[in-house]
């Protein structure tokens, strides 16, 4: 997971507005602006909330919580400041994330049951330098809203209609392998199998663990979760959030599972 602080517990909010006043902060930002993402703790949806920290925010950061974070433990707003990827793998010159499901079948004693979810492929082209946050976020409401005005107004973006954007932004996990071998980054056909199902597998069972003391303890109890996990163009995976109200549905019905597993509910 990358370096992720609480803003509305005093101790990470301390040391996070320590970090972004610091001279090593300021020299970084000079050659790499974007160093973290803000968004909401709880309780957001369809990427309301998200933003990169640049001059213009970390200003009102400060004006709210002091420079020193004085105000921290005082204030208490929902925020989370996260490290920013700065090396993200892309797909055709475009961001992209991976969306994982769990089914908690039990709390007690602990059940849970992994399920491949999907790729989130951007619709707008990445480019680092640019503020503009449908460049960085890969949620699936800012792609819809691009799709939808384009089918609404008969049009094309970016040289594709509706559909072909459909068909570039949600790829299945087989896709995704497929991708990197005919792009020469792997050699491993193998690869989803022996790499990157057990990467999620370990990182759902990682995180449901260290929630499950949270967790209301009825045997009759069950949730249903969605994790965020992107990728670095080194082929390595991070955590980035776990979605209580996930969702699973999508113009392609055929990469889910949505209405087998409500049935079996």
């Known amino acids: 997971m990358p370096e992720t602080f609480r803003l509305y517990n005093q101790k990470e909010c301390k040391e996070f507005f320590k970090i972004i006043n610091s001279d090593e902060y300021k020299n970084a930002i000079k050659t790499h602006p974007n160093q973290y993402i803000i968004k909401v703790g709880s309780d957001s949806m369809a990427a309301s909330g998200v933003y990169l920290l640049d001059e213009e925010e970390q200003k009102k950061l400060n004006d709210m919580y002091g420079k020193r974070g004085h105000m921290c433990g005082i204030k208490k707003k929902n925020l989370i400041a996260q490290k920013y990827l700065p090396n993200p793998l892309l797909i055709k ?18 059940i849970v049951y992994y399920r491949d979810g999907f790729l989130r492929i951007s619709v707008v082209k990445y480019d680092y330098d640019s503020n503009d946050r449908k460049q960085h976020l890969t949620n699936q409401a800012v792609s819809s809203k691009i799709i939808k005005e384009t089918r609404e107004k008969n049009t094309t973006y970016d040289g594709m209609t509706a559909d072909e954007l459909v068909e570039l932004s949600y790829w299945s996990y087989e896709k995704f392998t497929q991708y990197l071998v005919d792009e020469g980054k792997i050699d491993d056909p193998s690869w989803l199998d022996t790499y990157l199902r057990p990467l999620f597998k370990k990182i759902t069972y990682h995180y449901m663990k260290m929630i499950q003391p949270n967790l209301r303890k009825f045997p009759q109890t069950y949730d249903f979760y969605g994790f965020d996990v992107m990728m670095t163009d080194d082929l390595k995976g991070y955590f980035i959030e776990i979605n209580c109200q996930a969702g699973h549905s999508s113009p392609k019905p055929h990469l889910f599972w949505e209405t087998l597993l409500m049935e079996r509910i």
């Open 93 to 110: 010159g475009r961001k992209f994330d991976f969306r994982i499901y769990t089914y908690v079948a039990s709390i007690d004693p602990m």
